[in-house]
């Protein structure tokens, strides 16, 4: 009797062991799944602004390092993705830098729409260009050890750095094995960085191995203001843009419908590809919207619309899946359907 207590005892602790291990250790996978289809209008705020009769709503994929019990399930599971965590996070990135990384770019996400809203509803703008940001560095290559991220890059060879753009075009125009020289600002210190061009990965395009966004100052009247936590990413920036553009007109764009979209909107409101919008769909449906705006990408053959529309005929929703190539074709579609 007593041997059978023991051997219950032990089967149970290694159960226990075995439990905690699947939910704790870390594999060198990443996990991606449907996330949630947050309604906008606590997140963005217009001063002055009504409330709509509906919603617009920022759709998110949830995505973590996988524990084996979460990449067990996404094995099993719809519209789990699993990648490799060198393919999602580069090697010589920390999930914090990753992480920053995803934050700066959502900071720059709400700037490009408040800019492209404010425009096309004729509100009160100004934007002053203050240079370009370090968001992640690539090992191996010529910017690794010398920039960091957060460093501010203010001028490439003497010439001013307004935009991304300046410093892209610059470097592009270059031949490898040339040397450019950075000043940047870091931690209120001026410093020069001499930085000869390499061969991109898998290219013969100079550069040194930095992703970039471009700082400015962006200033509007009303005020509008961003709650968005630690939500990451550029993909909200065509749905940020239209509950901006809603909340600066007097006419209610909603007219009742929860909207849902993604898409990340450049300054000229193009509205470019995105990742896991299949699962974007399934967030959406579950949330009950009525519409799903995806990126057309000119009608490309695998664009984020036909992979919206496949999803949405085999998860056998209702939701209308409308493709968008600019902020005014998903502004126009709005303005013209009926009210609910």
């Given at each position: 009797?007593?041997q ?46 009504d409330?709509?009769e ?10 973590g ?54 425009k ?5 703008l100004?934007i ?48 490898i094995?040339?040397?450019i ?10 410093l ?10 898998d290219?013969q ?11 400015r ?12 936590g ?45 990742g896991g ?6 967030a ?54 009926p009210?609910k």
């Amino acid at each position: 009797m007593k041997q059978n207590k023991r051997y219950i005892l032990f089967v149970i602790l290694l159960l226990l062991i075995v439990f905690c291990f699947s939910g704790v250790y870390r594999m060198p996978y990443y996990v991606y799944k449907p996330g949630a289809a947050d309604a906008l209008d606590p997140i963005v705020s217009v001063e002055g602004s009504d409330k709509s009769e509906g919603d617009m709503h920022l759709v998110t994929v949830r995505g973590g390092q996988a524990t084996p019990f979460q990449y067990v399930m996404a094995k099993i599971l719809p519209y789990h993705q699993i990648e490799k965590l060198e393919d999602v996070i580069p090697e010589g990135i920390s999930e914090e830098e990753y992480t920053q990384a995803q934050l700066m770019q959502m900071e720059s996400s709400q700037e490009a729409s408040t800019v492209v809203a404010y425009k096309a509803a004729g509100a009160d703008l100004q934007i002053d260009y203050k240079g370009v940001y370090v968001v992640s560095v690539v090992k191996g290559l010529p910017a690794d050890g010398q920039l960091k991220q957060g460093d501010l890059i203010t001028a490439v060879d003497g010439q001013e750095v307004k935009e991304a753009a300046d410093l892209t075009d610059y470097v592009t125009s270059k031949k490898i094995g040339d040397t450019i020289t950075l000043q940047i600002e870091r931690d209120d210190e001026q410093l020069e960085k001499k930085l000869k061009l390499q061969a991109l990965p898998d290219t013969q395009i100079p550069g040194i191995g930095i992703t970039l966004v471009t700082d400015r100052d962006v200033t509007e009247d009303p005020k509008v203001t961003f709650s968005s936590g630690q939500i990451g990413g550029p993909s909200a920036g065509l749905m940020f843009s239209l509950e901006i553009y809603d909340q600066l007109e007097e006419e209610d764009l909603t007219k009742g419908y929860q909207i849902c979209g993604t898409g990340e909107v450049d300054y000229e409101g193009n509205v470019g590809r995105i990742g896991g919008i299949d699962k974007k769909v399934v967030a959406a449906d579950k949330e009950g919207c009525d519409i799903f705006f995806a990126p057309n990408e000119q009608g490309a053959e695998d664009s984020n619309f036909e992979v919206a529309k496949q999803t949405a005929e085999d998860i056998g929703t209702d939701m209308k899946i409308i493709s968008v190539d600019t902020f005014e074709d998903a502004k126009d579609y709005l303005e013209q359907m009926p009210a609910k």
